[in-house]
Each structure stands twice: as C-alpha cells, then as structure tokens.
C-alpha cells in the first residue's frame, strides 16, 4: 500500500471517528446561547447562581471573566477541565501532547470513539458541547521542550480574555519533568498555581496551592528523585504501569476545583496543601514556607520580594482589667471555681517541647488505698461494733 493510500486510510477513519462523535449528541439537544446570571428554573446554571443568593459568593457572575490553564488533560486534568466548565469559567486553556488511547476509558470522561485523537482536541470538542459558551483554547505540545517552554511561558503571560495573564495555572501532569517546568514559568512570572498528583498505586493524591514567594514552590522541597539528580525514566520498571482509579481522580479533581472557585471568587479559605490517603480516609493539610537556599533563582528573587514589602500595622487596642467585685450583695461570700481547668503541676521531669502540654495526669502510688470519699483508710480497720457507736454519736 503505497503512502498516499495509507494517508487516504487515516483520513477516512478519522471522519468516522468524527462522525460517531457528533452523532453521539442525543438528538434535538439545545445548545445554550447565553449563560443567563437570571436565577429561574428555565435557566441551567441558576443552581450555581443562586450560590449568590446564599451569600456564599459575592459574585458569582465574575467568572465568566477569568482564564485558566490546565496543563496536562489526564485523570484529573480531564475532570478538573469539565468541572470548570459545567462552572461557566471563562477560557481554559488546554496543554497536552498524548493521544487518547483506550486504556483511559477507566477514566470519567474521554469515550471510545475518541480513541486515536490527540487529547485536547478531543477535550476541546467534548468541553464545547457541555458549554459553548466558554472559550477553549487547545494547545498540543510538550512544554518540557525549549521552543514550547519559551511559547507556554507566552501563552500564561497573555493568554486571558483581556490578553493578560491568565488567572490561575493548574498543573495536572503526571511527571515531575513536566512540573518542574511549569514551577520554573510561575516562579519567572510570579504566577500563582495548584500543583496536583495521584500515585502510582492510584490509592492517593494531593493538591498544593504555590504562590511565588511566599510559599514553597516545588522546587523548595523537592522529591528524593529530583534531589538526587537521577533521571526518573531510569525508575521505570518493566512490565509495570501506573495503576489508575477514577474514584481517585475524581476525588482529587474535585478538591482542586473546589479550592480553584475559593481563590477565583474569594470565599472560604483556600488550602496550603491537602493530601489524601484512600487507605486510612486520612486528610493531611500543611502549610510549607519557602527554601533561602532554594535551587530555583526565580524563587530567590521573589522571596526577596516578599521579604521587601512593608509589614502589615497592627493597632494596638489597650485592655482594662476591672477589679470591682462581679456580685455586690453577695453576703455569702459564694465564688464559682471552674471545674475544667486542670491544677498546675510540675512537669519539668517531662521534657515537653514547646507548644505542648500534658491533658491530664496520673495520680501518684503511693500504696496507700483510698476511700470513696478521698481519705485514706487507717491500717488497723474498725469493727462493726466501734463504727455503730461512731455513727450513733454523730
């Protein structure tokens, strides 16, 4: 079969796989042609509008005005991309360059038929059908490379709906080269981002929110792989993949579009870090603060910058202790003792680090047994005759 016949081939099987795509949309679907901020059961999004009502966001319309770059449409990039959307996000804007195979149907959002396609035009295609309103630019190379870097460092500088910078950088990559390039480009533009992961054995993840300067970025404490310089394609073990489960994936797309909605619109409290443990449902959150001695240059600078800025004035507010007597007309004399503040004991033999005390202690043994009521019974123990008289006499 010569070249032109096999390139014939391809070109037919890719019109039937776009075929099957588009004949996939049920039929007599109404596409949207304004995402109306009007809260009334006609109009899709006022479950997310009525957020407003609610006074959960201030307002919600806001953010139908901001870009985010997702790089990497994966597991959770897929998910994390179709969570934002269904939300009416501006634009998003797309960063990948594998194709979608069928090993990624165990995943909640690519489709048979896209098999073969390369994964941010097929993201791209399945996004727009969700909400056309939404902008979605679709970018298939690897930014790890020295002309793409150079060109996604472009893209984040002015690739908002008001060519500026986007708003928020998610990185959801399943490389540690892939982050350190995105972690270098934020550190260069001082670009705030959400660095997510799942392991290899999909039984959990994380997500770290990185403000340049401010708090570590992934370089600041790197992995042993990273630290010891060793190529991680060398870890690869023949014969075995990464597992993948969508529960996982979901899971941890949805923490990182749920703390991408609090930095976008300003409610809550957006996490440092919060990781997950499917095993043990364990939750571990921290908060992690920049390397001095960081091997990222960029991340020196804007510690430096940090550290520069004026420091927030607290104004001092002047406590008055009043020693009048709470209750004037108390005759008796009664006063009230806190029950639950424990009796100062020394704990000096403990060796207690700072920020740490004891919450109760261990009465002390000392091998004479107490009565009921706290006194100590006498050795030579009373006869019933002696304690009748004792009691008769009270």
Not at 117 to 145: E, F, M, R
Not at 174 to 200: K, P
Not at 323 to 335: A, E, F, K, L, R
Request: hydrophobic residues 40%.
């Amino acid at each position: 079969m010569s070249t032109v016949e096999e390139l014939q081939k391809k070109v037919r099987e890719l019109e039937t796989k776009l075929a099957a795509f588009q004949s996939n949309v049920a039929p007599g679907r109404k596409k949207i042609d304004v995402m109306s901020s009007e809260v009334v059961d006609s109009n899709p999004y006022s479950r997310l509008m009525a957020l407003k009502r609610m006074g959960i966001v201030d307002n919600y319309e806001k953010i139908r005005e901001l870009s985010v770059a997702v790089v990497g449409v994966g597991g959770v990039g897929s998910v994390t991309a179709e969570m934002l959307t269904r939300c009416g996000i501006g634009k998003l804007i797309l960063f990948d360059y594998d194709k979608v195979e069928l090993a990624n149907m165990n995943r909640l959002f690519f489709q048979p038929h896209q098999a073969g396609l390369s994964k941010v035009d097929a993201a791209a295609a399945t996004l727009q059908n969700i909400n056309p309103d939404v902008t979605i630019d679709a970018y298939n190379y690897n930014i790890t490379t020295v002309d793409n870097f150079q060109k996604f460092c472009d893209t984040i500088r002015a690739g908002s709906l008001t060519g500026g910078p986007v708003d928020l950088v998610l990185s959801c990559v399943d490389n540690f080269e892939a982050r350190m390039a995105i972690n270098t480009a934020c550190n260069e533009l001082n670009q705030n981002w959400f660095e997510s992961g799942v392991s290899e054995n999909a039984v959990s993840g994380h997500i770290q929110f990185i403000v340049p300067g401010e708090t570590a970025c992934f370089a600041c404490a790197p992995p042993l792989v990273v630290a010891s310089k060793i190529d991680e394609k060398t870890l690869k073990r023949e014969g075995v993949c990464a597992a993948s489960l969508p529960t996982t994936m979901g899971i941890v797309a949805g923490f990182l579009v749920q703390n991408t909605l609090k930095y976008l619109l300003s409610f809550g409290n957006v996490t440092h870090y919060l990781g997950y443990s499917a095993l043990t449902d364990y939750f571990p959150t921290m908060s992690l603060k920049p390397n001095p001695q960081c091997d990222d240059i960029y991340c020196r600078q804007r510690q430096s910058e940090v550290n520069a800025r004026p420091a927030p004035v607290e104004v001092a507010t002047e406590v008055t202790e009043d020693d009048s007597p709470v209750h004037t007309d108390n005759q008796w004399g009664i006063c009230l003792i806190d029950e639950n503040v424990p009796e100062e004991e020394d704990t000096s033999n403990l060796n207690l680090v700072d920020g740490v005390q004891v919450a109760y202690s261990i009465p002390v043994d000392n091998g004479t047994p107490e009565s009921s009521t706290g006194g100590a019974v006498a050795a030579s123990e009373l006869s019933l005759e002696e304690l009748m008289k004792q009691m008769k006499s009270m």
